[in-house]
């Protein structure tokens, strides 16, 4: 199984485009589907969702974790040079499909923000080789 992932982010009215592709594995557990795969840095990211959250889980030192809930604020933890980060991602779009994931969200210092850090338009798709 591959695993692509397609992000638009956008800072400051500049967008920059991200694209990989990527073996990954996918198991469904309870009400949840898992896609593991490693990134071109070797790192084993592990996405969690179903219908209503996502979860990226991003196993280097340190950790990074992110949430996404669908028409909501989550918790996201970054790490950044003075350490983890905690952060806010307000999710603004999420639609599941059979093979695929779309989300459209901004990431907040803090859930009262009116300012944005960035916003971002993530695809995940996963299809057989």
């Known amino acids: ?15 920059e485009l991200f694209h990989e592709v990527h073996a990954a594995q996918m198991r469904d557990k309870g009400d949840y589907t898992y896609l593991i795969y490693h ?8 996405l969690k969702f179903n219908a209503q959250e996502l979860t990226m889980t991003r196993f280097a030192s340190p950790q990074t974790v992110m949430r996404f809930q669908v028409d909501d604020l989550a918790l996201a933890r ?37 300012e944005v850090f960035a916003s971002y338009e993530l695809t995940i798709k996963w299809f057989e080789k």
């Open 1 to 15: 199984m591959k695993v692509e992932i397609r992000n638009k982010i956008l800072v400051d009215g500049q967008a």
């Open 78 to 114: 970054i790490p950044s040079p003075l350490g983890n980060q905690g952060l806010v991602t307000r999710t603004k779009q999420f639609v599941l499909g059979q093979n695929d994931l779309f989300l459209a969200y901004d990431l907040l210092p803090f859930a009262e923000a009116k």
């Open 39 to 46: 990134n071109e840095e070797q790192e084993k990211v592990v």
